[in-house]
C-alpha cells in the first residue's frame, strides 16, 4: 500500500509492475541493483514483467525522483531508491561490489575546499574504486 502512495505522490499511475518494481528496490539486499537484477528478482517471484518494462519503470522513477541512477566506471548503470539522505560510495572493481559511506571530516572538507575557491557548493558526487589487498 505504501508503493501506491509514493507511485502517487510522484505523479505516476500506480500499475502492477511499477508496484511490483518498486517493492523489490525496497526490499533488496545489495541496496544497488542494474535493470537485469531487478528483472531477475522478478522472474524468481514469479512475476510476469519484461526486461523492456524494467528499463522503462526505472526511467520513470529517475525521472520522478523516487531513484537515483549510478553510472559507476566500468559497470552498467545500478539504481538505489532515493531516501534523500547524502551518501557516498565505494565500488570495489575486482567483484562490482558497491557500499556506502558517509563521513562527517570528508564531507566538511570538501565544503571548505569549495569555500575557499570563492564558490558554493551545490552538489557532489564521491566514488571511491578500491580492490581487496
Do not use: W
Request: net charge negative; aromatic share 8%; proline share 2%.
Amino acid at each position: 500500500m505504501a508503493e501506491n502512495n509514493e507511485l502517487r505522490k510522484a505523479g505516476l499511475k500506480v500499475t502492477l509492475p511499477r508496484v511490483k518494481i518498486m517493492q523489490i528496490l525496497e526490499s533488496c539486499e545489495p541496496r544497488h541493483m542494474s535493470a537485469e537484477d531487478v528483472y531477475k528478482s522478478l522472474m524468481d517471484a514469479g512475476e510476469d514483467v519484461g526486461l523492456a518494462t524494467v528499463y522503462r519503470v526505472l526511467t520513470q522513477f529517475e525521472a520522478a525522483g523516487l531513484v537515483i541512477r549510478h553510472n559507476f566506471d566500468g559497470g552498467h548503470a545500478v539504481f538505489e531508491l532515493d531516501d534523500g539522505e547524502h551518501h557516498d560510495h565505494i565500488v570495489c572493481v575486482d567483484s562490482g561490489e558497491v557500499f556506502e559511506f558517509y563521513d562527517e571530516e570528508i564531507e566538511r572538507r570538501q565544503h571548505k575546499i569549495v569555500e575557499d575557491m570563492g564558490y558554493e557548493m551545490v552538489d557532489h558526487n564521491l566514488v571511491l574504486y578500491v580492490k581487496k589487498k
